[in-house]
C-alpha cells in the first residue's frame, strides 16, 4: 500500500512515519519543503521517499499525485502554532486552507476516488466551551478563537464539503492536545522541559519564563495519537468526525509541576506577558467515546512518561550541541 504524509518531518508526521515503518505493511511516502528540518526522520529516512513539494502550489500536488497515486493521505502539514497565528493571520490561513484544497483538488482530478483520506483537525476548533459543555463530544458548537483554530475549521469543513460534493473518502478527527519527543519550542510542555535542561546546563538563570498557568487541557502522548490516525481510516466512516483524547485535564500548572519535579534543582518560576495570548480557551476535556467504539482505541502512555521522554529528548539534543536561542512566545499543544 502506497501512503502519502504531507509534513512528515514534523513531530506528527515523524511520527506517524516511524509508526507505518515499523508495521512493514507499506510504502511510506511525506512531503517536506526545502527548509524543512529532517532531524525526527533522519533515524529511519532510507526507509521513507520524502518529496520536496510546495502544497500551496496546485500543479506541484498534482504532479506528486499522479507520481504517487497514493492509497492513503494522511493530511498532517500546516502552520499549528497558535502564537504565530495571532502575529501572521494571513499565512496562517493561507497556507493551511490552500494546501487541504490543493490536495483534494490534485485527488478529484486525477479521479482517485478510492483514495482514502485522513484530515488532521484540532480540539482548537471548540474554541470557548461552557462548563455544561464538558467533556467536548464531536456535536459541540465550534467557536473558534484564535486565527489557527478558524483554519482548522475551514479545513474540517472542507473535508466534509469534499466528500459530500465529490464522494472523497475522508475522514476527520480532531486531536486534543499531544506532545511528546520531537515537539518544537514554540509549545509549551516542550518551552518548559526546554528551559529546565538550559537551567541544567547552566545556559540560563535558575528563572523559569511561563504564560497562562490555569488554562486546562486533555494531554495525550504523540505516539498514541498516531496510531489513532492509522485506526481512523482503517475503520472509521467517511465523512465523519472523531475526537482523539485521554479523557483527562491537566491544568498548565500541573505539567509544569510535574516536569520540574523531574529535575533536582530548585527553580523559581515568574510568569511572561510575552507568553499571554490575546484570548485563551480555559478548559478542555476530550470526549472520545465515538472514536473508541468505531476502533477500541486508548491512550496506553502514561502522561508522566510523556513528559520524561519529553525532557529526555531536549537533554540529548542540547547535550549534543544543539543551543539555538529560544524563541519567547509559545502555543499550547496541539
Known amino acids: 500500500m502506497r501512503v502519502l504524509i504531507t509534513g512528515i518531518t514534523g513531530m506528527a508526521g515523524s511520527h506517524l512515519a516511524e509508526y507505518l515503518v515499523g508495521r512493514r505493511e507499506c510504502e511510506v511516502h511525506g512531503t517536506s519543503r526545502w527548509r524543512s528540518n529532517r532531524e525526527g526522520i533522519a533515524a529511519f529516512e532510507k526507509d521513507l521517499h520524502v518529496h520536496e513539494c510546495e502544497l500551496k502550489d496546485p500543479h506541484a500536488v498534482i504532479r506528486l499525485l499522479k507520481e504517487i497515486r ?8 500546516s502552520q499549528s502554532n497558535v502564537a504565530s497565528s495571532w502575529n501572521a493571520p494571513h499565512e496562517t490561513l493561507v497556507n493551511n486552507i490552500t494546501a487541504q484544497l490543493n490536495v483534494f483538488e490534485a485527488v478529484r482530478q486525477l479521479d482517485l476516488l478510492d483514495t482514502r483520506i485522513h484530515v488532521a483537525g484540532s480540539s482548537e476548533e471548540y474554541g470557548l466551551v461552557h462548563k455544561h459543555e464538558l467533556p467536548v463530544r464531536e456535536s459541540n458548537p465550534l467557536r473558534p478563537v484564535s486565527p489557527y483554530a478558524v483554519s482548522k475549521v475551514t479545513q474540517d469543513l472542507l473535508a466534509y464539503q469534499y466528500f459530500q460534493s465529490y464522494g472523497l473518502h475522508v475522514v476527520r ?5 499531544h506532545t511528546g519527543p520531537r515537539r518544537g519550542d514554540v509549545f509549551v510542555t516542550s518551552s518548559f522541559a526546554r528551559q529546565i535542561v538550559e537551567i541544567e546546563l547552566g545556559e540560563r538563570d535558575p528563572v523559569m519564563r511561563v504564560g497562562n498557568l490555569q488554562a486546562k487541557r486533555d494531554f495525550t502522548d504523540i505516539r498514541d495519537v498516531v496510531k489513532a490516525y492509522v485506526l481512523a481510516l482503517e475503520h472509521c466512516e467517511a465523512g465523519s468526525v472523531y475526537n482523539i483524547g485521554s479523557g483527562t485535564a491537566r491544568s498548565i500548572k500541573q505539567v509544569l509541576d510535574l516536569l520540574l519535579g523531574m529535575s533536582k534543582l530548585i527553580i523559581q518560576v515568574k510568569e511572561d506577558q510575552a507568553r499571554m495570548r490575546p484570548s485563551d480557551v ?15 482505541w486508548r491512550p496506553r502512555i502514561p502522561f508522566e512518561q510523556t513528559l520524561f521522554d519529553l525532557l529526555t529528548y531536549w537533554r540529548r539534543k542540547l547535550d549534543q550541541g544543539d543551543r539555538v536561542k529560544p524563541r519567547v512566545a509559545y502555543a499550547m499543544e496541539r
Not at 282 to 294: E, G, N, V
Open 70 to 77: 497514493p492509497q492513503r493521505i494522511y493530511h498532517l502539514a
Open 173 to 177: 478527527t480532531r486531536a486534543f492536545n
Open 282 to 296: 480555559p478548559i478542555l476535556i476530550c470526549d472520545s467515546s465515538r472514536f473508541f467504539k468505531k476502533t477500541g
